[in-house]
């Protein structure tokens, strides 16, 4: 008698997985280093650095929109660029709390520098995983989460500043 089931997939171990995850993560730790390296800003500076560029006139909301990051983090960000003179900041006339943000040539001389992706690696390569792929690795890490009783307000800090 035949079906026409599928094989069961072959077991995995935790430490198959686990290999997996440094393998991910020194990819990310590597990347951000070399940026780093190249020309002394964080990675996630850099990439708020090509946010503003892209988006000339954006403002801190906007920012962290693009990034997915907490306002607070974005504003961290944004003082560092600001103390190093790549961006400028200019405060709206009509509303004192609304800025906008333009980068400065010692910005763009910097991002000619960086060898992207300016958001990182592994959001790049989120990026050009399928659908169906995503969604099935966003419930997997999801359920590892809640093993893992993570705080998730973690979610808001990006991946260049943690270590």
Same mark, same amino acid.
């Given at each position: 008698?035949?079906?026409?089931?599928?094989?069961?997939?072959?077991?995995?171990?935790? !430490?198959?997985?686990?290999?997996?995850?440094?393998?991910?993560?020194?990819?990310?730790?590597?990347?951000?280093?070399?940026?780093?390296?190249?020309?002394?800003?964080?990675?996630?500076?850099?990439?708020?650095?090509?946010?503003?560029?892209?988006?000339?006139? &954006?403002?801190?909301?906007?920012? !962290?929109?693009?990034?997915?990051?907490?306002?607070?983090?974005?504003?961290?960000?944004?003082?560092?660029?600001?103390?190093?003179?790549?961006?400028?900041?200019?405060?709206?006339?009509?509303?004192?709390?609304?800025?906008?943000?333009?980068?400065?040539?010692?910005?763009?001389? &910097?991002?000619?520098?960086?060898?992207?992706?300016?958001?990182?690696?592994?959001? !790049? !390569?989120?990026?050009?995983?399928?659908?169906?792929?995503?969604?099935?690795?966003?419930?997997?890490?999801?359920?590892?989460?809640?093993?893992?009783?993570?705080?998730?307000?973690?979610?808001?800090?990006?991946?260049?500043? &943690?270590?």
């Amino acid at each position: 008698m035949h079906t026409d089931t599928p094989p069961l997939p072959e077991a995995v171990s935790p !430490a198959q997985v686990l290999r997996r995850f440094r393998v991910v993560f020194n990819a990310v730790r590597t990347h951000f280093s070399q940026i780093e390296k190249q020309v002394g800003l964080g990675g996630a500076q850099v990439w708020a650095l090509s946010v503003i560029k892209d988006n000339p006139g &954006i403002g801190m909301g906007g920012i !962290a929109s693009h990034m997915d990051i907490h306002q607070s983090t974005a504003s961290n960000l944004i003082k560092v660029l600001l103390n190093k003179e790549l961006i400028t900041l200019e405060k709206s006339a009509e509303d004192r709390r609304s800025v906008r943000l333009t980068i400065l040539p010692a910005g763009k001389k &910097i991002l000619s520098k960086v060898s992207g992706p300016f958001e990182g690696v592994l959001p !790049a !390569a989120l990026s050009s995983l399928a659908p169906d792929v995503l969604a099935r690795m966003d419930g997997d890490l999801h359920q590892l989460i809640g093993l893992l009783n993570a705080d998730e307000a973690a979610a808001e800090i990006p991946l260049a500043e &943690i270590g």
